[in-house]
């Protein structure tokens, strides 16, 4: 092995460990998106591993609905906060303001039509 090679791995081992550092830790907030075949997941499992693991807030957008449903860690269990749909904004405040309105997540031309007459 030339002393090169040698020293490329080691930098390219040191810039690994550098950017799997940056990814320690729990996230402040989760956002999952559903769908059909995970929804379950979603709202069971997840939810309670992120809770498990102390994540402070957990979202889920549904975009068939379209809806939003966010939980908020209080005393070490989570507590749904929020949970609107259509024009219906949730207006939140964990760590920063935030208004959300769940058709507005959707794209205008994948929102379903409402029948005026």
């Known amino acids: 092995m030339s002393w090169h090679s040698s020293c490329a791995r080691r930098a390219r081992r040191a810039q690994h460990r550098r950017r799997r550092a940056t990814h320690r830790g729990r996230p402040v907030l989760a956002v999952e998106v559903l769908s059909p075949s995970t929804r379950h997941i979603d709202l069971g499992l997840k939810l309670s591993r992120y809770e498990a693991a102390s994540t402070p807030a957990y979202w889920v957008i549904d975009p068939d609905e379209p809806s939003l449903r966010a939980w908020e860690l209080r005393e070490g269990r989570y507590e749904q906060v929020a949970r609107v749909s259509g ?5 939140l405040s964990f760590s920063w303001p935030l208004r959300i309105v769940p058709d507005h997540l959707i794209r205008p031309d994948d929102r379903p039509s409402v029948d005026s007459s």
């Open 87 to 91: 024009e219906t904004a949730a207006t």
